[in-house]
């Protein structure tokens, strides 16, 4: 749904590149400008499924239709965010409104009193530099412009990586409080990144 990028990247001879700088990732609106073709998440609002698979596999040689095919029928039918935004391009009836995914708000189906503001005084970050406010994902109709996706975002990991993130879930953020090994009970502690993606990637046995 979003697309790599980076501040400079070096490509060689070998289908490999190096990146200087830093990474980030972006993402365009939910419907392309005229006589422009759908790319990235735009591919989800192409309005009929056929049209949609074709263009899907026409991005690549050797692409499985019927393997293709499936993931997007999943996609459309599990993906809270695919259903979000097939929701929203509904109700936004120019191309100046837009939908804001706010960073700090407490994910679909989890106890409004989790994501309380903290009661102790503890300092839980630190963010070097201005821009740490604009955090929040802005999506426009349609236009040319592409925004770049805070990497602490919860939607982060959902729109870069749809298919381990089938389901749009949230990914790593702030809000993400440790459990107590012993009682199973939740801290106020917050998970690290670190912390979150080595539980993430953790061979558990059956």
Same mark, same amino acid.
């Given at each position: 749904?979003?697309?790599?990028?980076?501040?400079?990247?070096?490509?060689?001879?070998?289908?490999?590149?190096?990146?200087?700088?830093?990474?980030?990732?972006?993402?365009?609106?939910?419907?392309?400008?005229?006589?422009?073709?759908?790319?990235?998440?735009?591919?989800?609002?192409?309005?009929?499924?056929?049209?949609?698979?074709?263009?899907?596999? %026409?991005?690549?040689?050797?692409?499985?239709?019927?393997?293709?095919?499936?993931?997007?029928?999943?996609?459309?039918?599990?993906?809270?965010?695919?259903?979000?935004?097939?929701?929203?391009?509904?109700?936004?009836?120019?191309?100046? !409104?837009?939908?804001?995914?706010?960073?700090?708000?407490?994910?679909?189906?989890? !106890?409004?009193?989790?994501?309380?503001?903290?009661?102790?005084?503890?300092?839980?970050?630190?963010?070097? %530099?201005?821009?740490?406010?604009?955090?929040?994902?802005?999506? !426009?109709? %349609?236009?040319?412009?592409?925004?770049?996706?805070?990497?602490?975002?919860?939607?982060?990991?959902?729109?870069?990586?749809?298919?381990?993130?089938?389901?749009?879930?949230?990914?790593?953020?702030?809000?993400?409080?440790?459990?107590?090994?012993?009682?199973?009970?939740?801290?106020?502690?917050?998970?690290?990144?670190?912390?979150?993606?080595?539980?993430?990637?953790?061979?558990? %046995?059956?």
């Amino acid at each position: 749904m979003t697309s790599f990028g980076a501040e400079i990247i070096i490509a060689h001879f070998m289908p490999t590149f190096k990146v200087k700088g830093q990474i980030y990732y972006k993402v365009g609106s939910l419907l392309p400008c005229p006589d422009i073709h759908h790319r990235f998440l735009q591919l989800y609002f192409i309005g009929d499924n056929n049209d949609e698979l074709n263009a899907c596999c %026409g991005m690549s040689t050797g692409t499985i239709r019927s393997i293709v095919s499936e993931l997007q029928d999943m996609l459309h039918n599990k993906n809270y965010l695919v259903r979000l935004f097939k929701t929203a391009i509904e109700m936004m009836p120019s191309d100046t !409104h837009k939908i804001v995914i706010r960073a700090d708000k407490a994910p679909a189906g989890e !106890h409004v009193r989790r994501f309380n503001a903290l009661t102790i005084d503890e300092v839980a970050i630190i963010i070097v %530099g201005n821009q740490f406010q604009p955090r929040d994902i802005v999506l !426009h109709r %349609g236009n040319d412009q592409l925004t770049n996706i805070a990497e602490t975002h919860r939607c982060y990991d959902a729109l870069q990586y749809p298919i381990i993130f089938w389901d749009g879930a949230d990914g790593y953020h702030f809000n993400v409080n440790m459990i107590n090994p012993v009682n199973g009970g939740e801290t106020n502690k917050k998970f690290s990144a670190m912390n979150y993606y080595s539980y993430q990637l953790m061979i558990r %046995g059956k």
